[in-house]
């Protein structure tokens, strides 16, 4: 193995080659697919270094029984220097061990690819459009927002890390009723701002505090312009203003998580343009559009002014939707499906593969937007695979009592409070911690223990106590070096193991659309880190600095500076930040 590939990469390579040679001695056939060939570790550490499948998988194609072909493959793998066995399990796995040599190199792949270790090529540069956030743009960001915002950065970052070219696009609701509304708190705002008494906020407007430096700043731009003028005459242009001023609040908190989006994609500017109707007028082109009647509500008496109107419906029960779907409403407005839909086919002209982080709370329009893109994968004869991500809510506590009211603006809690009262990358980390979909409680006074029952601090804690013994180890004359790894012992290989996982948990983790288990991986290996740590506090021989032994003490803070670097590698594409001291 070279120090420019990784272990793993560079078994599944060897095993590859043991096929490939089996294939050419007609043991298997010369077109056989090793696609589903996987190098991983065992189940059971006592069972070996790695495991692989190949006879499993390959045994159908050979016409022969797995461990049978294991047999063959297994004598291949034994003949390479750095396996010492490969052994047979169960019905046709085979384990191998590897000469701890192999481990110990994986070190110097560490050294040598620093920010790189873990990169993969594995996207092979297709482009992934990943939407979220996509709040209607009537306030600033608060916690409602704040889990989806950090799954659908994290993962563009992981994407991105795994050979993905990523577009990060955030879509801008700037057409429906709700922009009025704003627009109408805007002009109320304004009127306050030239000096007049608006009294208590009137029902159904946004009262938020927030929308004062808003008026403040039309009255600014247009002095008493529009004071006095008819709704008709200023509601263009305060609804134009409001969401300006409003979307650069929305980037001005998103940056202090750290978010920036690549595309912002405006509903309003997509009606202008007549996307909507060039959608339409595709479906029907091929007939995934018709003109029908929708039946009555089911499940109940249909209302009372209900009637059968025909309207422009999508076939989405073709592509296993439970109803076709009306892209119009009667009065020939278009749905929010109708704009949705002309929405994705704009989204997939550009792009490879599409991503929507959504609120759990869309979970009923999943089917049939799922089956618009499937019908825009047909007609086009382009494959347009479509993952729709769905992320509860968060409940927000204070040493285990629920909290709802903000300091700031009366009735949310806003995601710069958050930032301002733990730290970006406490919110970000915090909001990796479980899988999306499951609900999650963030308590303001937990997640800034310093204690293990907090990732946050117990992942960034580790790195920081890599650094701080770097600096001591600089202090007393030591520094990292190779040229006594051999001194490494079990403890020590068992962290390396670990920190050799890291390429493999990044392409599983990007193949499945899931940052949350990079989280998870750097809480394993920081208890490790920890555990190796914690051996020193009884026994002085076991520290990373043995004063009396600089070839351990050196080969050590190797092994330190390399479990740092993957630390380091991991928080970053989490968009977390590795920090020196704590």
């Known amino acids: 193995m070279t120090s420019e590939t990784t272990l793993y990469a560079a078994y599944a390579a060897i095993v590859e080659t043991a096929l490939s040679e089996l294939a050419g001695e ?91 270790y873990g990169r993969s090529t594995m996207g092979e540069g297709r482009t992934v459009n990943v939407e979220y956030v996509s709040a209607n743009p009537t306030g600033p960001m608060h916690m409602g927002h704040c889990r989806g915002a950090v799954v659908g950065d994290a993962l563009s970052s992981l994407l991105e890390f795994a050979g993905h070219k990523v577009t990060r696009e955030y879509y801008i609701n700037d057409a429906g009723g709700q922009v009025d509304v704003l627009a109408r708190s805007a002009h109320l705002r304004y009127r306050e701002a030239l000096g007049e008494d608006i009294g208590a906020i009137p029902e159904g407007l946004y009262p938020g505090d927030y929308l004062k430096p808003v008026g403040e700043s039309l009255a600014r731009e247009f002095g008493d312009k529009h004071a006095a003028e008819g709704e008709d005459d200023w509601l263009p242009i305060f609804r134009a203003e409001a969401v300006t001023r409003m979307m650069e609040l929305i980037k001005s908190d998103l940056a202090l998580l750290g978010i920036h989006h690549d595309v912002f994609a405006s509903e309003a500017a997509l009606h202008a343009a007549g996307k909507p109707d060039e959608a339409e007028a595709w479906l029907r082109e091929h007939d995934f559009v018709y003109d029908g009647v929708l039946e009555a509500p089911k499940g109940k008496p249909p209302p009372e002014d209900w009637e059968p109107v025909e309207l422009p419906l999508f076939r989405s029960t073709k592509f296993g939707d439970d109803q076709d779907r009306p892209i119009k409403k009667s009065n020939g407005a278009w749905t929010y499906f109708g704009a949705d839909l002309a929405y994705h086919m704009q989204k997939a002209a550009e792009a490879d593969a599409l991503i929507d982080i959504w609120g759990a709370d869309h979970a009923g329009t999943v089917k049939r937007i799922k089956a618009a893109v499937a019908a825009l994968s047909e007609g086009q004869g382009k494959p347009m695979p479509f993952d729709v991500k769905l992320v509860q809510m968060v409940a927000l506590m204070r040493d285990g009592e629920p909290i709802k009211m903000s300091k700031r603006s009366g009735n949310f809690i806003t995601i710069a409070d958050m930032i301002e009262e733990v730290g970006k990358d406490v919110v970000r980390f915090t909001m990796l911690t479980r899988k999306p979909e499951a609900q999650m409680e963030f308590d303001f006074a937990k997640v800034v223990e310093a204690s293990k029952d907090n ?128």
Request: no cysteine.
């Open 26 to 116: 007609g043991v298997l056939p010369a077109d056989a697919s090793f696609a589903n060939v996987t190098v991983e570790p065992p189940r059971d550490p006592s069972h070996g270094d790695l495991a692989t499948n190949a006879a499993m998988v390959l045994a159908k194609q050979a016409k022969t029984n797995p461990r049978a072909l294991a047999e063959q493959i297994a004598a291949k793998l034994e003949a390479v220097d750095s396996i010492t066995s490969a052994e047979i399990a169960g019905p046709g796995f085979i384990n191998l061990r590897l000469d701890p040599a192999a481990w110990l190199g994986e070190l110097a792949a560490i050294a040598d690819m620093g920010g790189d």
């Open 455 to 582: 990732p946050v601090f117990y992942v960034q804690y580790a790195h920081a106590r890599i650094r701080s013994t770097m600096r001591k180890a600089a202090e007393a004359g030591f520094a990292p070096s190779a040229d006594a790894l051999a001194q490494l012992g079990d403890e020590e290989i068992a962290l390396i193991r670990n920190a050799a996982q890291f390429p493999r948990i990044i392409e599983a983790a990007a193949k499945a659309r899931e940052p949350h288990r990079v989280a998870f991986y750097l809480y394993d290996l920081a208890a490790d880190l920890h555990a190796f740590w914690n051996l020193g506090n009884d026994n002085p021989q076991k520290r990373f600095i043995v004063e009396q032994d600089k070839g351990l003490s050196q080969a050590r803070l190797f092994l330190a500076q390399s479990i740092g670097q993957v630390i380091k590698n991991g928080l970053a594409v989490l968009g977390v930040e590795a920090v020196e001291s704590m």
